[in-house]
């Protein structure tokens, strides 16, 4: 079975330092993965999507993927209030011919002003 | 991406009742997804719905619980049928958006359910 697996949290960081969120998968096939913002009580928003390992930016957003320790980690630089939410790392279930996604249980981020 | 609105954004309901949860797309796909986030808990898969065929179901999902229409590239329906308290989460539908160089997922705004 699919395992995709992060630190639940919380992780507070202070505003303007770099928060750091982590993430590993089991399927050593899986080609995509992603990173979706859920803040409270609403649905999860694409953030940033990475298909090769090493760093792939996106304004404050660095994603990192290493796909030989089966690993991806989403940077955020100069956090600030309004990243506080969780970050939830998903992987899709490939071979099946559509788009299933894995979802680890999320990593709550809470930014201090 | 394509813009998925779902409804009803939330509801409360009696026990034992069904509540069916609407998701139209504005443009069409393949295949609509549906899934479960119960509370404090990530996203869990119940179904993939493929139009003119019947959804298929993961483990631990079952039609006669959570039946599913597809009448069209565009709109999907869940049924969340004899709801007990354990009913009781975030329904999310999904979509996939074949772009020219890869594929992404996204999501409505969610139902939140609770019954009492």
């Known amino acids: 079975q699919k395992e995709v697996e992060q630190n639940s949290g919380p992780l507070s960081v202070p505003e303007g330092a770099i928060a750091s969120l982590n993430c590993t998968y089991s399927d050593r096939g899986s080609q995509s993965f992603f990173w979706y913002r859920q803040y409270s009580g609403k649905s999860p928003e694409l953030i940033m999507s990475?298909?090769?390992?090493g760093d792939k930016e996106d304004g404050r957003f660095t994603a990192q993927l290493n796909k030989a320790s089966q690993y991806v980690s989403l940077l955020i630089r100069d956090s600030q209030p309004s990243d506080s939410a969780t970050y939830l790392c998903?992987?899709?279930?490939?071979?099946?011919?559509?788009?299933?996604?894995?979802f680890g249980k999320g990593t709550k981020l809470s930014v201090i002003p | 991406s394509a813009v998925i609105s779902q409804k009803p954004s939330r509801d409360i309901c009696q026990r034992g009742t069904s509540l069916t949860i609407q998701c139209q797309v504005d443009?069409?796909?393949?295949?609509m997804f549906w899934y479960r986030q119960q509370p404090g808990q990530s996203l869990t898969l119940i179904a993939t719905?493929?139009?003119?065929?019947?959804?298929?179901?993961e483990s631990g999902f079952v039609i006669d619980k959570f039946p599913i229409s597809r009448p069209n590239l565009t709109f999907s329906t869940l049924t969340v049928s004899n709801m007990s308290p354990e009913d009781s989460s975030i329904y999310l539908c999904s979509v996939e958006d074949r772009g020219v160089r890869n594929t992404e997922a996204f999501f409505g705004q969610g139902t939140r359910l609770t019954v009492v």
């Open positions: 443009s069409q796909v393949t295949m």
């Open positions: 719905a493929n139009q003119g065929s019947e959804a298929t179901y």
């Open positions: 998903a992987v899709p279930n490939s071979g099946a011919g559509s788009y299933q996604l894995t």
């Open positions: 990475i298909y090769s390992n």
